[in-house]
């Protein structure tokens, strides 16, 4: 049972590339998140998705775009990276919403925009 | 606004020696309170967590919280550390549906 995984694990940018953070869970769980983590900031919400076909901008959206495949994954899509993007990414799900259910969390991406 | 404040960035205790972990929350109403736990390169993992009811809330690992409502508190507490439980812990408050995390408490153990 792998719970949630993201790729990659690491990657750097340079300053106005573009990429996906890819993340997936097997627990059929129906709400999906995306989080930044700083030092100091503790975890701060991008993007989450509540439910299959629906996505809404959490506390930091700007830079950033998701998509909501299917019911197991939810990628996150830098599409011009910017030195700010800095940080390390985690998704993570649960079954209903993030206070009734707990967050199962991937293992993060680490990105550093260069 | 609501917020979460965990005022200690950094606490070092023994090991076998009581552990007290400090959060504050600002919020009109009775939140929702939630202790996560980040072993080092790893996703965040729930300790244990406050709705209502019993202010004494007993989560995994032995670790334990009391939400006192006149100090706007929700510490987290274990009678005695294990070298294992090295790691970041975070307070978290639900509100509207939305969850807050304070800023992160990291422990260090020393034999």
């Known amino acids: 049972n792998a719970g949630v995984t993201q790729t990659p ?5 340079k ?3 573009s990429m996906t953070l890819q993340c997936a869970q097997d627990m059929n769980h129906n709400s999906m998140y995306w989080y930044r983590q ?4 503790g975890l701060r919400l991008i993007y989450y998705s509540a439910s299959e076909g629906t996505t809404d901008k959490g506390e930091v959206p700007n830079g950033y775009n998701v998509s909501r495949l299917n019911k197991r994954e939810f990628s996150l899509r830098l599409e011009s990276a910017a ?19 707990p967050l199962h969390f991937g293992n993060g991406t680490r990105l550093t925009v260069t | 606004a609501q917020s979460v404040t965990q005022p200690d960035i950094h606490i070092t205790v023994s090991e076998g020696a009581s552990l007290e972990l ?8 009775t939140p929702y309170l939630f202790w996560y736990v980040q072993s080092p390169g790893q996703g965040l993992q729930l300790l244990l967590k ?12 032995g670790f334990e919280a009391e939400f006192k409502r006149s100090q706007s508190s929700f510490n987290l507490r274990k009678p005695s550390v294990h070298w294992s439980d090295a790691a970041e812990y975070f307070c978290a408050v ?9 800023q992160g408490t990291e422990l260090s153990v020393k034999p």
């Open chain 1, 9 to 13: 694990k690491f990657q750097v940018l």
């Open chain 1, 15 to 17: 300053t106005g590339q």
């Open chain 1, 38 to 41: 700083d030092p100091g900031m």
């Open chain 1, 83 to 101: 030195p700010s993007q800095t940080s390390v990414y985690f998704c993570a799900s649960s079954e209903r919403g993030q206070l009734n259910s």
């Open chain 2, 22 to 29: 400090r959060c504050n929350y600002s919020y009109g109403a």
């Open chain 2, 50 to 61: 406050y709705f209502s009811g019993d202010t004494l809330v007993q989560g995994i690992k």
């Open chain 2, 94 to 102: 639900g509100v509207r549906r939305k969850l807050i995390f304070g």
